[in-house]
């Protein structure tokens, strides 16, 4: 698992919560403190866009599921695995690279057993094709693409936002997609699948995606605290790193190889750890949690 260094972009869990941190927010900052020094499974779920408390928990899942059934990676297992993991981990936002549109309700409807108490939203975005003009398609012919779980706010406010990154590498037929959903002012979750055949438009794709389209999203529906979770195809202290695409203020957590979930400077990080699946994809689940410090001030 690896993270980014103290000093770099990442701030203490006293420094993000110090805000206003008096009386019974000093209780929660410690207790947050420790609970960042433990496994992930011990930092307890709270509702990530009800608002109604300060901090505000999340748990992020990260999975890269090679089901197109195109695929040397294919297994045939991998939406068997997911259920088994979301059912097991508990999840608060799933984002989901490699999967055929079909999986999106498959899993939304095990998330959604999950959360009885909530109301949840999913979302799916096809990857293009550029010699069709169409949509990629998985073997069984449905569209292929990302796609994105997460629960709602009691008034269920949110907005989609999706789109195809505007350079892709001309030598492969996929074009790389980009998904968001918005929910509330509580947090602009985010999902992609960068380009696997060449680092640098990978890297082009990365920086584009948080220094323009995240922009225009939050002008358009209002800031809220952003998380970006997917297979960046882009490795830390590789060549390029992915930390060249990375604003600064931001955090980011990864699997040691090319999944990992950045964070806006409101979002503290706090742990992080790599969930098996089973041999029934090539890459693990990245699971981790994160602090939105809902005492912030609003930004526009």
Known sequence: MST??????????GALLGRRASGPYRAIRRALALGCLVAVAAVPAESPVAGASAPTTVRVLQLNLCNSGRAGCYT??????????IRAERPDLVTLNEICQSDVPTLE????????????????QAAGDRPSGADTRCRNG????IGLLTRLAADGRHAVHSGIHPTQ?????EERPWLCVHVGDALNACTTHLAATSHAVA??????????????VRRDSGYAPTVLSG???????DDPDVRACTPPGYRRVGDGAVQHILTSADIMLCCARSVGMGGATDHPALL????IDDTRPTRR
């Open 4 to 13: 980014d260094p103290p000093g770099d972009t990442t701030r203490s869990p």
């Open 76 to 85: 045939g297992r991998s939406l068997t695995r997911a259920a088994e993991v």
């Open 109 to 124: 409807a095990v998330f959604a057993a999950v959360h009885t108490d909530a109301m949840v939203v999913s979302a799916f």
């Open 142 to 145: 449905q569209a292929y693409g």
């Open 169 to 173: 590498d001309v030598a492969d037929p």
């Open 203 to 216: 890297l082009t794709q990365c920086g584009h995606l948080l220094d323009e389209i995240l922009p225009a």
């Open 231 to 237: 297979d960046l195809n882009l490795r830390l202290d």
């Open 288 to 291: 981790a949690t994160l602090v």
